[in-house]
């Protein structure tokens, strides 16, 4: 059983994936040259470990603060805890 913020979802099999995202404001968006439901890329800068994580969908409205949502495995795979430099950048 799954619970999320609009409701609950029992599977028998499968599984449910989050996409990799990026939340933004409005003015966020201007400034990185994006539009809600383009995507962007992620340059995660780490020790032997540098790793671009590409098609995060930009999620961006009039209130949000700068927040990009990768899954555990994926910030585990870029060692994202010893990580030296972050970068968001536009998807071509």
Known sequence: MIVGPKGVVELSEGVIRAARH?????KDAEAYSVKPKDFM???????????????????AD???KLEVH????EGNACFLD???KVELLKQD
Do not use: G, N, Y
């Open 70 to 73: 990768i899954d555990t495995d």
């Open 62 to 64: 009039a209130t949000s």
């Open 82 to 84: 010893s990580a030296t």
């Open 41 to 59: 890329k992620l340059r995660i800068e780490a020790p032997q470990c540098t790793v671009t994580f590409e098609d995060l969908l930009v999620r």
């Open 22 to 26: 990026v939340h933004m404001s409005l």
